[in-house]
């Protein structure tokens, strides 16, 4: 029997992208909000305190992946919580997006991390 090697569209595909597109935010998009200064948004970098003194991204806040349960009470339940770690390939950011969004925050993740931030030029502090 031969196997097809054309695929249908699959309801459940489509969900999926739409739901990823959803709960991701290009760096190009959280940049301008940075720039606009937007009350909306708070950023979580959730890399070491290490890694995030080598240099993090403008307004950003740490708090370590480990530490995020018992850091909970002190981030914000009003605005969207953007996280983001060290590169496209690092879980602790969608780790610590579904954590917050178990939890009832409002959440998005920054696509690529820290690195894509970087390769496009965005502002970094140290």
């Given at each position: 029997m031969e196997h097809s090697t054309e695929t249908k569209p699959s309801s459940s595909a489509a969900d999926y992208f739409r739901n990823k597109l959803a709960y991701e935010m290009s760096p190009y998009t959280l940049n301008a909000h940075i720039e606009k200064d937007?009350?909306?948004?708070?950023?979580?970098?959730?890399?070491?305190?290490?890694?995030?003194?080598?240099?993090?991204?403008?307004?950003?806040?740490?708090?370590?992946?480990?530490?995020?349960?018992?850091?909970?009470?002190?981030?914000?339940?009003?605005?969207?919580i953007i996280t983001y770690c060290g590169s496209l390939t690092c879980q602790l950011a969608p780790t610590a997006a579904l954590q917050l969004a178990e939890k009832g925050f409002k959440v998005m993740e920054l696509h690529g991390g820290f690195k894509e931030w970087q390769d496009g030029g965005y502002p970094v502090e140290k």
């Open positions: 937007s009350p909306a948004y708070y950023v979580v970098d959730v890399r070491s305190k290490e890694q995030f003194a080598e240099g993090h991204l403008p307004r950003a806040n740490n708090v370590p992946l480990a530490e995020l349960p018992k850091r909970l009470a002190l981030l914000p339940k009003d605005k969207m």
